[in-house]
């Protein structure tokens, strides 16, 4: 059975865990940087281009470092699952070990429901409140994408069902699922030939008691990796507001998911 739909407050920041096992599987909008072996407390880590932007084959086997396969975009990979896409220019690319994850709002041990790795964000702070009245702000994203394993789920179809229904309640709706809608879950086939299943959905009527409360949207693209197994490309972002990513634009950066071999570490 896959892991239940689950929450999520509406905040990003870092925390660092042991290894990153514990958060492949995780849910919320938290951000955090595994640093493996350790526990540290850091500040963002700096956005990382991990290729610059050119045409390459597409192939959904790729090989080797790889390579924008828009012009003028930026790649981003997840060597753990083999997986690479492309995002935009104005998209800051994480670290190696960021992971973003959603978790129910009052859970004193903050456990993740759903996360992704290898993560990109347009304009981390788009919104910053201090809703605790603490002094510090808190700063919500416009929009991130990223990957992750998806173990324990049955098919594509499945994790395009389930995924973004997740998102929306733990970034966007949460205490309210009745304001979480559906689309239908259908085929897709990426430019490099990869067939899976795109599943999205979205809030509607989400109240502004807070200063960054927004409606939201996910769209969640379930596949299978060169090995077999089930992983997935998600989007979230806020709906209804200057600056929205578009459908458009999330189906673009969609369509340039692809498989590729990491290189062999030297």
Known sequence: ?????????????????????????????????????????????????????????????????????????????NPTQGIAFDVPPQWEIQSAGWVTYVSNDGDPNDKPLIAIRNVAILQKKWCSSDEKRDGTLEDTPLAQVGTRGNNGYGS?????????????????????????????VKPFTTNSGLKGSLGTAWSVGVKRSKKCATD??????????????????SFFGAKNVPGEVSDATIRSVAATVRLYKAPPES
């Open 156 to 184: 594509p179809h499945e994790i395009a069902g389930s995924d973004p229904v997740t998102w929306v309640y733990g970034a966007y709706t949460q205490p309210d699922r009745t304001k979480v809608k559906t689309g239908a």
């Open 1 to 77: 059975m896959p892991p239940p739909a689950g929450g999520g407050r509406n905040r990003t920041g870092l925390v660092a865990v042991i290894a990153a096992a514990a958060v492949v599987v995780a849910s919320g909008v938290t951000g955090f940087l595994v640093l493996g072996g350790q526990k540290h407390d850091g500040p963002d880590p700096k956005p990382v281009n991990t290729a610059s932007p050119s045409q390459s084959s597409a192939n959904p086997r790729g090989t080797g470092t790889q390579t924008a396969t828009v012009k003028g975009w930026n790649v981003v990979t």
């Open 216 to 233: 939201g949207k996910a769209w969640v693209f379930g596949f299978k990796n060169s090995a077999g197994d089930l992983v997935s490309w």
